[in-house]
């Protein structure tokens, strides 16, 4: 046993001492086609540069969010890691603990060379650039088809229309609303669409700065349409046992009307019904202009990087057209990169819908502070369930926003 | 009186009759979330995603989803790697406790009972307390993403268990197959290695199935200690198929059933230590 022990322990040694130049890069893209496309992206890179040996370690989606702390605090951090856009990358930037990216490591010689403007307050922090985009995707409420033909409805616009349509859904047996609550995040879907259309972009972003008190009564407002929704019965019955994917089968099948989701909704629904759904944008609640959501997804360099030159090679290259074209129109998604191919019609409408709204935010648990995010995500599935007490619920949510916000200082 | 003399074994019939539906129902719904598992990890995705019964028998049989599991998403390396991590693991953690087990039986020192607390106290604390802890020690140590640091957190966390458990069967051995020998001159450790180690064999034997399946299942620990995919163990690939958008139910069923089949063994082969092992010594604490 001790001859055994002794030997692996050298075997580790070995293996850790081969290879020159190693770049190890930490991915999220776990399932199978982000995982393939961004292999293929990682050996063209290897290609181009074969004294870099790159190591890709892929680790779950979610698993991967509660072990990104550690990734950047260990002695040995990888040298590149995914990750989102917005406050959830600038926490760790206010830490120190990310590397930034100077403007000569952007192909073109400056971030707004490859990526709109409009990216660079979410990728910086301090006036410092420390996040490379690469993929950004639209949330919209998804629809089926065949079942608004079925009763001969259209898509609505307005708010008033959005309640008939599902006053008529639920007439004829069929959940207006599909949501996978289980997944807490699909509310905050909901929480940002449904603000923005009340309230407007510049009043969504002091909500989730953290200025804006939830018993605000422009907040309250919000809430009560949210409310109103589950009192009405339109929200898809127990709603907190499925998850995200479990319940896009309702909306396959016709036993539920529409989903506010984002783009990669279509991933999971199966080839011979993609036909059948389509998104239309969130509906308008008495203002004239309306907001989305494009959550941008990315790179970053740990500050305790070992190989940050080669790291910094590797997130230069990511950035370019081609690059960025390998991996989104493999996979559907727009690019960040401004010259990026658009992959296809569905992404056209997207990117026509994205280009005339006033506001674009990342996604509450992106703009906010994860434990206001989580919090605020539960207090929403929470009046879903119990829609009569949703004041209580966001009084209580409040006492946290004041607790979170001055802990951050 | 003569009606009576019937009743008793008619009443026993019943009885067995109400036992076997009963066991035989138990057992059934028990086997239910196997066998959708099953039908589960035959189907193609667009058949789980387009309908909601989940208990519906696949409509065409998707086998390829198991070689694809074990070849392209790697499930041979993973299977691989869990039993590099248990194996060393259960071993060590036996070894060592069988000799802290064989202190605590057999030797009367002030503290015993203190250490022995302090053995069961370990077992109570939740190990997700002693995730940031452990993480920083390793991490210190250059533990970190190695599969001895790993092997070395699992021996030390089962130890309290291992020992509580070996302790309390030793202490049924009679005392004095120890102390004949001692007078006769052995020395301790061969009375650990030829006396108390050869009766402890069923005991070992069960404590290295339940030591074997509960590290083979250990999610946690590889979590946070491994980081390079050439690591990884069968629990950490299976929660790899739940992407940052979609999930593989099919896949991640076809690869639980593949990750079952180790421990399903290693039990089988050890079954008929299992019950005896377990319950030796219950009688006396």
Redesign the interface.
């Known amino acids: 046993?001790r001859k055994?022990?002794l030997s692996?322990?050298a075997l580790?040694g070995i293996a850790a001492s081969i290879g020159a130049q190693p770049l190890v890069v930490?991915s999220?893209?776990?399932?199978?086609?982000?995982?393939n496309a961004f292999a293929a992206l990682v050996a063209e890179f290897q290609k181009q540069n074969p004294a870099i040996k790159v190591?890709?370690?892929?680790?779950?989606?979610?698993?991967f969010k509660?072990?990104l702390v550690?990734?950047l605090?260990?002695?040995?951090a990888?040298d590149v890691l995914t990750w989102f856009a917005g406050f959830r990358m600038q926490q760790y930037a206010m830490k120190g603990l990310l590397e930034p990216l100077p403007e000569s490591t952007f192909p073109g010689g400056s971030f707004v060379k490859e990526f709109p403007a409009a990216f660079k307050p979410a990728a910086s922090y301090n006036s410092k650039i420390y996040f490379m985009p690469q993929s950004w995707y639209w949330w919209a409420v998804y629809y089926n088809k065949d079942v608004f033909a079925q009763y001969k409805l259209s898509v609505p616009k307005t708010w008033d229309e959005f309640l008939s349509v599902c006053e008529t859904l639920k007439q004829n047996g069929v959940a207006p609303v599909s949501i996978g609550a289980k997944d807490t995040w699909t509310a905050g879907g909901w929480f940002d669409y449904m603000n923005v259309a009340v309230n407007g972009g510049t009043a969504h972003q002091k909500l989730t700065g953290g200025t804006v008190s939830y018993t605000d009564p422009s907040v309250l407002k919000t809430f009560g349409y949210i409310a109103d929704l589950a009192k009405k019965g339109y929200i898809l019955e127990n709603a907190a046992s499925y998850?995200w994917?479990e319940a896009?089968?309702?909306l396959?099948?016709g036993?539920a009307g529409m989903y506010l989701m984002?783009q990669?909704i279509m991933?999971?629904?199966?080839?011979?019904?993609k036909a059948s759904i389509d998104f239309f944008s969130f509906p308008k609640v008495g203002r004239p202009d309306y907001g989305v959501d494009t959550p941008t997804?990315g790179f970053m360099i740990p500050a305790k990087a070992k190989n940050k030159a080669a790291a910094k090679k590797f997130l230069a290259f990511i950035a370019t057209k081609k690059a960025q074209d390998m991996m989104n129109v493999t996979l559907g998604r727009l690019s960040a990169n401004m010259t990026g191919a658009i992959p296809n019609a569905e992404a056209e409408r997207g990117l026509a819908m994205v280009k005339g709204a006033a506001f674009a935010a990342q996604f509450y648990d992106r703009d906010a502070p994860e434990e206001m995010a989580a919090k605020g995500m539960n207090a929403i599935v929470d009046i879903l369930q119990a829609p009569d007490s949703y004041k209580d619920i966001l009084t209580a949510l409040d006492k946290e926003r004041v607790r979170i916000y001055a802990d951050l200082k | 009186m003569e009606t009576r003399k019937n009743g008793p074994d008619a009443r026993k019939t019943l009885l067995t009759l109400l036992f076997y539906v009963f066991s035989t129902l138990i057992v059934a719904l028990w086997l239910l979330p196997i066998l959708i598992a099953v039908f589960t990890s035959l189907k193609s995705?667009?058949?789980i995603?387009?309908?909601?019964k989940m208990w519906t028998p696949p409509k065409v049989l998707h086998w390829e989803n198991f070689t694809r599991v074990w070849n392209k998403?790697g499930m041979s390396a993973y299977v691989l790697n869990t039993f590099l991590i248990t194996v060393?693991s259960v071993?060590?953690a036996l070894?060592v406790s069988s000799l802290s087990g064989f202190a605590l039986a057999f030797y009367r020192f002030r503290l015993n009972k203190a250490v022995l607390v302090l053995f069961i106290a370990g077992m109570l604390i939740p190990f997700q307390m002693l995730m940031i802890p452990v993480?920083r020690l390793s991490?210190?140590l250059?533990l970190?993403?190695?599969?001895?640091g790993v092997?070395l957190f699992h021996i030390a966390f089962q130890l309290g268990f291992c020992t509580f458990f070996l302790r309390n069967f030793m202490r049924t051995i009679p005392f004095s197959l120890v102390e004949a020998p001692r007078i006769d001159g052995a020395s301790e450790w061969t009375i650990y290695r030829k006396i108390i180690m050869p009766l402890s064999i069923s005991s070992l034997a069960a404590l290295g199935v339940l030591e074997f399946t509960w590290i083979w299942n250990d999610l946690l620990w590889s979590?946070?200690l491994i980081?390079?995919?050439s690591l990884k163990p069968v629990t950490?690939g299976l929660?790899?198929?739940?992407?940052?958008?979609?999930?593989?139910y099919n896949?991640t069923a076809a690869g639980s059933i593949i990750a079952a089949i180790a421990p399903l063994g290693v039990f089988l082969l050890f079954q008929r230590y299992f019950i005896s092992g377990l319950t030796v010594g219950a009688e006396k604490g």
Do not use: C, W
């Open positions: 046993m055994a022990s692996l322990l580790f930490q999220y893209m776990s399932d199978e086609a982000p995982k190591t890709v370690n892929t680790v779950a989606h979610e698993q509660t072990q550690n990734y605090t260990a002695k040995d990888p998850s994917q896009v089968t309702p396959v099948e036993t984002g990669f991933d999971s629904v199966p080839a011979d019904k997804d | 995705m667009d058949e995603m387009g309908s909601s998403v060393p071993v060590g070894l993480f991490d210190a250059s970190r993403d190695t599969r001895p092997i979590l946070v980081q390079s995919d950490l929660a790899n198929m739940q992407g940052e958008f979609v999930s593989y896949m």
